[in-house]
Nanobody, 115 residues
Framework: QVQLVESGGGLVQAGGSLRLSCADS????????MGWFRRAPGKEREFVAG????????AYADSVKGRFTISRDNAKNTVYLQMTSLKPEDTADYYC????????WGQGTQVTVSS
């Protein structure tokens, strides 16, 4: 059973930072890749960042490269998304996902970046 719970969202001014966390209460956390996705108002969901189960491989959307960093702590069953230099266009609901095909999803956490 995989249960993902995101936290850390909120309101921040442009140029600011936030760190999102996603805790997994399931047993398979260490064997699954993890990812962050987002859905902005009126837009399709998009991939933001992903990390392999061993944390030796990461991937980022071009729009966040150099500003966002994904990491994981397998001892805590938690994946993080450190977001810096935030822009108004980063405003979205952010979701973490896990599983071979991102089969499992959290409920999301809202990030609002004001200009």
């Amino acid at each position: 059973q995989v249960q993902l719970v995101e936290s850390g969202g909120g309101l921040v001014q442009a140029g600011g930072s936030l760190r999102l966390s996603c805790a997994d209460s399931g047993r398979a956390f260490r064997t699954y890749r993890m990812g962050w996705f987002r859905r902005a108002p009126g837009k399709e969901r998009e991939f933001v960042a992903g990390i392999a189960w061993s944390a030796d491989s990461t991937a980022y959307a071009d729009s966040v490269k150099g500003r966002f960093t994904i990491s994981r702590d397998n001892a805590k069953n938690t994946v993080y998304l450190q977001m810096t230099s935030l822009k108004p266009e980063d405003t979205a609901d952010y979701y973490c996902a896990s599983g071979p095909s991102y089969n499992f999803w959290g409920q999301g956490t809202q990030v609002t970046v004001s200009s």
